[in-house]
């Protein structure tokens, strides 16, 4: 099966129903997405299909054949894209696992929502962080809209 | 990978393949064999640097960058930057050189500590110019208490107490790695080390002007011995730079970009992954199991079963026995095993076990004869004089941790050595569980610390190391990968115990009480029991008693977060707003009094602390209707003159016709002892655990269904999202005299008594177990 990961096809020999989480982190080695629930609650695994989030624990590889899957590694290339810049002005995570989703559903709030209110923050991110970092990520989430929205930084 | 690699003194170096960011590693044994691993960029733990270290702690390396060990384990609780910056503040280097490193848990098994780190210095608790005097208790290393006298003293993470314990000799560990690079610039310049002094990494010579820099004498300084190492002092509050300002977490670059490597993303060479079954009722095992019908399913390589993992290696707790099936992925792993029948060997009288039978159990204790932990007065005359009798029973249920990485570990055991990988709060109980299981010694034991998804209480209390050490064992020269899924993870913790109190107090006509008696019930293997209530009591009653009840059940009980605190706070605030309802007084000013009458060491903070938190909160302003505002006291050791973390909080609470609750503001006034070391950390802490105790106000709990966890996955366990994140959470820090107990764990506990006591003053309805949930909150 033809899969295109962060701009880069790769070919992978997996049953088609495996889901994308484990082809991304087992056959491709993108470690960065993470498992947590297994059954599309807490959002840990979320990546991108054509720009739309998904949590890849419970989507089968074969629906990602033919479609641009983004992972947190393929954000940036050097850990500067403005969300991520945010996080780090914020000082966003304590332990971290949920992180990688979550700016992942963040990206994807803000090319909805470029200014994103409080209430559209509230129904898009739905991204469960057990360390309960919210309080940041919805300063952080503001941060990186005015970022963007002055010429710092694209999605 | 054969064994036979691990022994072959030819391969030089180890192979590390990156693909797209991903981590391979490869083995060599070199010649100082701990954690001879490539160091991959995120990865956390151990590696033999290329230039000698300056003490056990501190390598400066020629650029200038400086290692730093770091021998707690990151939680989010921020000791990766905290503990680095009580080196550096001494050690005057370039905080923006730092590069924090987990300590060697295998050196720990083999070199004891410098002596100059065996002595606290100065007067105790209360002494801002020491270390404050932690509790040295059990110096066993694998054990759960005390500080041992192993290279890296404490590694366990827990209690709070990465700050209390290791302050002092971090600091020392700073100072004497700066005095002697300063000894070394000395020694090369040929000038009296008076003479010379450090800011910055940078090395004057006062009198000339000449300058130099760490890197440039590190080397020199490595085989300088310092002549006088009892003699270093460390600096106190007053004198610090560093330590005290707020300063960015040291790993959260790598925990935006994904690079982080945490336990979960360790692949080796030759890996195959386990799955993992292990009976859903404790003290169960595998009576049969049917490899032959998954044989043939994709990538299955073998089924092993294991025993219940021993006792005695997890802190008594008794899990239950299982089976692994290996694959060559985890999700072929986790397929297969899906599909194995599995027929378990279940205790019967563990089977009968329920939460309504277990409560009933335990609400029956409460009468049991038991001699009371505090008795002060005479608590059954004060009540046959008491103008009014408020009684209340509180309950609440069993808690996991349900941190968000599932457990796991990665082991490899060949001839004579074992190395693990993995997120672990306490390193030098799993080298023992490792030595124990192989019979490999503790010093061929390597345990590679990783980041860790969630700590929470020694992530997770369960034995995720012993069974990959069990199932690598028997497949040694095999690395073996074990991962649990969601479900298992929730089998294979501890819980906070279900708890029940009874609290009674006799008030005179004034509503002012003569008498409390506090009586508590949790399993009796539960941590933590006497938290709250224990000493003295916290509001003044002149007659005054304290017992402690119990029952045994098969739920695994252990440390979850708080311990003790959440569950006694609950009830011992929760009873003082009936108190002061009943007397018809003021929440804050019926507290406040109660305090001032104790003799308590600290009653002036834990006053301070309800004055600053209602002030801020607008205490006493008018809310609009469906609004309310309750306040509340959270003290860790505040009866003791000792360590002590003392706060307060005032939730302002809404509650919709529909029973819609929200947690509309926080105030919080919290104690900075003398000072904090990372104010930001702190502030960070209280934002979390503000929502992490809403959980258990609100929704979290576990049911014990045919001696079963009922609740095992985030569809039935729920967590809050942003949603529910208090719009407003104002932090005011006030000082006082003595060092802080911590503060990373029993914080934001007031939250459940807040709402529960809001809903009340909103609704009429006064509700007295959690979570929320269960009941109905509309009004009209």
Known sequence: ??????????????????????????????????????IAQCGACTVHIDGRPVRSCSVPVSAAAGKAVTTIEGLSPDGRHPVQLAWMELDVPQCGYCQSGMIMSVVALLKRHPNPTDADIDAEVTNACRCSTYHRIRQAIHVAAAKISTGGGSL | MSDNDLTMPNLSRR????????????????????????????????????????????????????????????????????????????????????????????????????????????????????????????????????????????????????????????????????????????????????????????????????????????????????????????????????????????????????????????HLPGMKWAAVKSCPVYGGKVKRYDFERIRTEPGVISAIQFPIPEPRLIRGRIFGGGVAVLADSWYQAKAAIEKMPIEWDVPPENAARNTDNIRAKLLASLDDPVKASVNLGDCDSAFRTAAKIVEATYTVPYLPRARMEPGNATVLVTDNRVDIWLGDQSPQETRYSASQITGIPETNVYVHLCHLGGGYGRNGNGPQAEQAIYIANKNRGTPIHLLWTREEDFINTTYRSIGVARLRAALDKDGWPIAIEARTATDAEAPGANAGFDGAPRYFAPNYRFSIHSARFHIPVGTRRGVGAPAQHFYRESFMDELAHAAGKDPYLYRRELIARTTLPYKADMIKALDVAAEMSGWGKPLPRGTARAIALEEHGAEAGHHATISAMVHTVSLGKQGQVRVERVDVAHEEGFSLVNPLSVRKQIEGQIVWFYNDAMYQECNVAEGRIAENNFDRFLLSRIKEDPPQINIRF???????????????????SAITDAVFQISGKRYRDLPLRNHDLTWS
């Open chain 1, 1 to 38: 099966m033809d899969l295109s990961v962060n701009g880069v096809r790769h070919s992978v020999d997996v049953a088609p129903d495996t889901p994308l989480l484990w082809v991304i982190r087992d056959q491709l080695r993108l470690t960065g997405t993470k498992f947590s629930c297994g």
């Open chain 2, 734 to 752: 006030f000082k006082t005299g003595h060092w802080m107990n911590g503060m990373g764990h029993d914080r934001g506990t007031s939250i459940q």
């Open chain 2, 15 to 266: 192979d590390v393949l990156a693909t797209a960011g991903a981590l391979v590693i490869g083995f060599w044994l070199p010649p100082r064999a701990d954690a001879q691993i490539i160091h991959p960029e995120g990865a956390a733990w151990a590696v033999e640097p290329a230039t000698e270290e300056v003490n056990a702690w501190v390598v400066v390396n020629p650029d200038e960058t400086v290692i730093v060990r770091i021998g707690q384990t990151e939680l989010g609780q921020g000791v990766w930057t905290s503990n680095a910056m009580m080196v550096a503040e001494e050690l005057q280097c370039d905080w923006s050189k730092v590069r924090p490193q987990y300590a060697s848990a295998n050196r720990d098994a083999k070199e004891m500590a410098p002596a100059w780190t065996l002595k606290v210095p100065g007067n105790g608790a209360q002494d801002p110019s020491g270390g404050g005097e932690p509790e040295f208790g059990d110096r066993n290393r694998t054990g759960v208490s005390g500080i041992p006298d192993s290279l890296y003293r404490r590694m366990r993470t827990n209690a709070a107490s990465s700050v209390k314990d290791g302050r002092y000799y971090l600091q020392l560990a700073g100072a004497e790695a700066r005095e002697r690079l300063l000894l070394a610039a000395a020694k090369l310049w040929g000038v009296p080390v008076e003479e010379v002094s450090s800011k910055n990494s940078i090395i004057t010579h006062r009198p000339t002007g000449r300058t130099t820099t760490y890197g440039k004498v590190a080397s020199l300084a490595a085989e300088t011995p310092h002549p006088h190492p009892e003699r270093i002092r460390i600096k106190p509050p007053s004198e610090w730079t560093l330590m005290g300002t707020e300063q960015k977490n040291l790993d959260v670059p790598m925990k935006v970009s994904g690079k982080a490597v945490y336990g979960i993303d360790v």
